[in-house]
């Protein structure tokens, strides 16, 4: 699988988007882009996957570059209950490799 | 939308006992379940990998003998620490791969103190 970079943390104020980016430059042809979070002492919480298109659900957008090797994860508007572990994972093997992630504080 | 079920969500036992943990896929059957462990301020670790009726296929450096998957049905997933030490308390979590979303639901998580 090929391996994913985050920054270690960041802050956003509430209410404002909170853009979470994600560099996966070794990444493969056929490799998913998956998102994942983790709140304190729960387990992860999946929020969105892509290959090359840009996605949207409920909970976020995903924006995928074109030569797909780094991707940003868009929560429109963050609250206090966003804030989480949030991991970049590329999925080739069926297995998901989870590395350091970006802590997201979101500040009143 | 999927839920996986794992139980306990604590257990605290004594040094040199067995604790087994269930993870259980409620309403979709899962042919592939994962169990990580996660120490404080880590990442998750993956340990192995299981499928349904066959031998779990361990990552490098987990001791096959020490923690025991059994995947039995499409449904249930167990993992058994045996004679657990002090230096297996974790966070340990499960996850079931829906092969019909390409969806991966992790469980709750148990925490295991071994004092």
């Known amino acids: 699988d090929a391996k994913t970079t985050q920054p270690p943390s960041m802050d956003c104020a509430e209410g404002r988007a909170a853009n979470l980016p994600c560099n996966h430059s070794?990444?493969?042809?056929?490799?998913?882009v998956y998102w994942y979070r983790q709140i304190h002492s729960q387990g992860p919480q999946y929020i969105i996957h892509?290959?090359?298109n840009n996605e949207t659900n409920e909970m976020a957008s995903l924006i995928i570059t074109e030569d797909r090797k780094s991707s940003t994860l868009i929560l429109p508007h963050a609250t206090l209950r966003d804030t989480a572990v949030y991991y970049c994972?590329?999925?080739?093997?069926?297995?998901?490799?989870f590395g350091t992630g970006t802590r997201l504080q979101v500040f009143p | 939308g999927a839920v996986v079920s794992q139980h306990p969500s604590w257990v605290i036992c004594k040094s040199g006992t067995s604790v087994k943990i269930e993870c259980r896929s409620l309403?979709?059957?899962?042919?592939?379940m994962f169990w990580y462990r996660q120490f404080p301020k880590q990442s998750l670790m993956l340990m192995a990998t299981s499928n349904e009726g066959s031998k779990a296929t361990y990552e490098q450096g987990v001791e096959k003998d020490k923690f025991l998957i059994n995947h039995a049905s499409l449904t249930l997933s167990t993992l058994t620490v045996t004679s657990a030490h002090p230096e297996d308390s974790s966070f340990y979590i499960c996850?079931?791969?829906?092969?019909?979303?390409?969806?991966?639901?992790f469980g709750s998580g148990t925490r295991l103190t071994v004092v």
């Open positions: 994972i590329a999925l080739n093997t069926d297995k998901l490799i």
């Open positions: 996850s079931a791969q829906d092969r019909g979303n390409y969806g991966y639901t």
């Open positions: 892509g290959l090359k």
């Open positions: 070794t990444i493969s042809g056929n490799e998913y």
């Open positions: 309403d979709f059957q899962a042919t592939t």
